[in-house]
Antibody
Framework: EVQLVESGGGLVQPGGSLRLSCAAS????????MNWVRQAPGKGLEWVSY????????YYADSVMGRFTISRDDARNSLYLHMDSLRAADTAVYYC?????????????WGQGTLVTVSS | SSELTQDPAVSVALGQTVRITCQGD??????ASWYQQKPGQAPVLVIY???KRPSGIPDRFSGSSSGNTDSLTITGAQAEDEADYYC???????????FGGGTKLTVL
């Protein structure tokens, strides 16, 4: 059974940093591209970042470019999102999501999400 | 970058058919995928590649495409279909992928 389990969310002050993790199981993690998608309270889904299966290609939404870094550790079957210079607008539930096929840009499995709250 | 536009809310009587639309320039080149999200839960992929359903998705869910508009149709809506529905697609410029704003479906 495919499982994605996020962790690392919490309350952080504006300007602070946080690292989110996503533990994958039930599939060959190293062969899939992965994404982070967030959802602000009461709002819609917003794609945040992408990393290819090889780890060589990374994309970011304009809203997080230069502040967030996506990475992966295939030995640990884990995906990460390092977030710096956090703002109130970054408050959201953060989901990790698996890309179904290479370059398909549809997400067939999602984690349950981890809540990040940026507030003083 | 372009956008995907969805109606904020749609309602349907129990057992009737409802269509939820997603409009955007990127859909002239790429098909939308559709996600169902119930309160407090993660999104679930229900349609991809114009009209393909992942395993476990009921066949009352179907997709279609015409010009710059893709649609999700639920034929014989059930109470459990009440949820938010989001489309997404590849982007033709800027970001590699975008989401629509979502449609809240109410089953009456």
């Amino acid at each position: 059974e495919v499982q994605l389990v996020e962790s690392g969310g919490g309350l952080v002050q504006p300007g602070g940093s946080l690292r989110l993790s996503c533990a994958a199981s039930g599939f060959t993690f190293s062969t899939y591209s992965m994404n982070w998608v967030r959802q602000a309270p009461g709002k819609g889904l917003e794609w945040v970042s992408y990393i290819s299966s090889s780890g060589n290609i990374r994309y970011y939404a304009d809203s997080v470019m230069g502040r967030f870094t996506i990475s992966r550790d295939d030995a640990r079957n884990s995906l990460y999102l390092h977030m710096d210079s956090l703002r109130a607008a970054d408050t959201a539930v953060y989901y990790c999501a698996r890309e179904q096929y290479s370059s398909s840009w549809d997400f067939d499995y999602w984690g349950q999400g981890t809540l990040v709250t940026v507030s003083s | 970058s372009s956008e995907l536009t969805q109606d904020p809310a749609v309602s349907v009587a129990l057992g009737q058919t409802v269509r939820i639309t997603c409009q955007g320039d990127s859909l002239r080149n790429y098909y939308a995928s559709w996600y169902q999200q119930k309160p407090g839960q993660a999104p679930v992929l229900v349609i991809y590649g114009k009209n393909k359903r992942p395993s476990g998705i009921p066949d009352r869910f179907s997709g279609s495409s015409s010009g710059n508009t893709d649609s999700l149709t639920i034929t014989g809506a059930q109470a459990e279909d009440e949820a938010d529905y989001y489309c997404n697609s590849r982007e033709t410029s800027g970001h590699p992928v975008i989401f629509g704003g979502g449609t809240k479906l109410t089953v009456l």
